[in-house]
């Protein structure tokens, strides 16, 4: 018998599929299922167990929440394989957007359509795509390890659209906006630092982790080796660099050589006054107790007030001294595989999609080349100079 159905009511059958003997035990082990409806519907379960058996793909239904499922996720599969800063995201992303309404339900029961509800939910609540593209991400990785597992036949979230992503326009300064920033940087306490990461391009957590063990004055270079990174209980730790790339060594202009050189000569005169109150980490940009900088009272107490002095737009965020960089360079020529050398991107495809908005006046500049080369042979040279 490889299924049976039997009666329970008016429209309520119990099938019975034979699954085979426990290899530990012997015993028979079968699966039971009720279904409300005809006995049509019954046979079409049977059938639809058995073709699965055949084929293989047949995984019994579990008693187990999605919640509960996410407990045990997080701890054997994704605690072990990412850092304690993703884990954290993954952790607070499911808690806020996913347990809610959803994880009350049977983790073999959770269907396409709930999370596509799910989605568009978030969306009416105001969450950008970007964020409801990471909810997807997490949950379908964690859905996708219960196929792995033998504890869902299908990852449910493959079957849903995902929003369309929503390309925010890029701020960047320009040329001249870029030396009025730095002309008002310098009456703050942390005016090299803004200069460093406008010409270096770091991240902050880059440029806010350098010892000066990282910094070679003589040859004018900063190595990235690590990277600052703040915990949720408001700690902070060094974490290793995310890719291989984003491990880097940086040339620095002549003037902020000079500039990070009487910087550490300031440093060392604060260190000095301050005695032992000073609790110096070798960092080259570090609090008036020598702790690592808290980007947001950073962003507070100088980079805004920089930004007004400045007569600058307010929008403008810390990380957009990055941005600048790269614009800047790549508006001024330069080669877009060593723009993205600097930047520390994984690839140069991931650069040229990030400032995508600086092509058109590099092609314009290419054609105005291509011009002077294949019909204008006199004006080469002051293309090439363009």
Known sequence: MAGQIIRRGGRTWLVRVFLGRDPNTGKRRYHNHTIKGTKKDAQRYVN??????????????????????????LETSARPGVRQRTYDGYEGLLERHVRPPLGDRRLHQLTPIEIQALYSDLQTRGLSSRTVRYVHAVLSSSLKQAVKWRMLSQNPASFVDLPRIEKK?????????????????????????????????????????????????????????????????????????????????????????????????????????????????????????????????????HFKPTLKRAGLPNEFRLYDLRHSCATLLLLAGENPKVVSERLGHASITLTLDTYSHVLPSMQRRAAEKLEAILFNKDALSNAESG
């Not at 019994?60 to 996720?73: A, F, G, Q, V």
């Not at 957590?205 to 900063?222: K, P």
């Not at 080796?225 to 902070?236: A, H, M, P, Y």
């Not at 050189?261 to 032992?276: I, T």
Request: with cysteine.
């Open 169 to 301: 326009e890029m701020l960047a300064f320009s040329a001249e906006q870029a030396t009025t920033f730095l002309e008002a940087a310098k009456d703050d306490r942390f005016g090299t630092l803004f200069a460093f990461a406008l010409a270096t391009g770091m991240r902050p957590g880059e440029y806010l982790a350098l010892r000066w063990s990282d910094i070679d004055v003589q040859v004018g270079t900063a190595t990235v080796v690590r990277s600052l990174v703040r915990c949720k209980d408001g700690s902070w730790e060094f974490e290793e660099p995310k890719t291989k790339n984003s491990r880097r060594t940086i040339p620095l202009p002549a003037s902020l050589v000079t500039a990070v050189a009487e910087h550490k000569r300031a440093q060392a005169e604060e260190r000095l006054s301050k005695g032992p109150s000073y609790e110096s980490q070798n960092l080259v940009f570090a609090s008036s107790t020598g702790h690592p900088l808290d980007q947001i009272n950073l962003v507070r107490r």
């Open 48 to 73: 639809g167990v058995l073709r699965d058996l055949d084929m293989g793909s047949f995984v019994e239904p579990t008693k187990m929440t999605l919640n509960s499922y996410l407990d045990h996720w």
